[in-house]
């Protein structure tokens, strides 16, 4: 899991449409900065605090780049990992080494007193989250390389 890229699709819903030959699938229409994009969720996607998706919802979804995608337009992908935000929130998603350094040096993480550090299923979690596959929320970062943020929340993917 540590050599995975995980890209995100960050935006406004605009659009939800649910697939009739199958109710476990849902596209989701996003609008960001470069335009629409549709993200699919199925079975497999981890949707945080199994929030009910809506249309005005800022949200960031993470699909594996490695994984194929169509050619088609608007850019479509399945998505991994799906989650609302704030508007003026950041997240990240990847896996972490043990100096909270992101697999591919996007991101580094100070943990604060402040920072809330759950389970995948909600639960405190009273370790160190080093090592693993962690969702990040986060609203600003230094200029340094790599960027260093304290995040508000971090999600362990156990």
Do not use: W
């Not at 981890?46 to 995608?69: C, H, N, Q, W």
């Amino acid at each position: 899991m540590e050599n995975t890229t995980f890209l995100p699709v960050a935006g406004v819903i605009q659009r939800i449409t649910f697939d009739a030959s199958n109710c476990c699938r849902l596209t989701v229409s996003i609008l960001t900065p470069e335009g629409i994009t549709n993200v699919v969720i199925t079975e497999d996607t981890y949707v945080i605090k199994e929030v009910r998706l809506r249309p005005g919802m800022f949200v960031t979804a993470f699909y594996d780049a490695s994984a194929p995608a169509p050619a088609i337009f608007p850019p479509q992908y399945n998505a991994v990992v799906i989650g609302q935000r704030r508007p003026n929130e950041q997240m990240a998603f990847g896996y972490f080494d043990f100096n909270f350094t992101a697999a591919d040096n996007s991101l580094q993480l100070n943990i604060g007193m402040s920072t809330e550090i759950v389970s995948s299923n909600g639960q405190p979690y009273d370790c160190p989250p080093s090592d693993k596959l962690l969702i990040v929320y986060y609203t600003s970062t230094t200029f340094s390389i790599p960027p260093q943020t304290t995040p508000r929340r971090i999600i362990v993917m156990c």
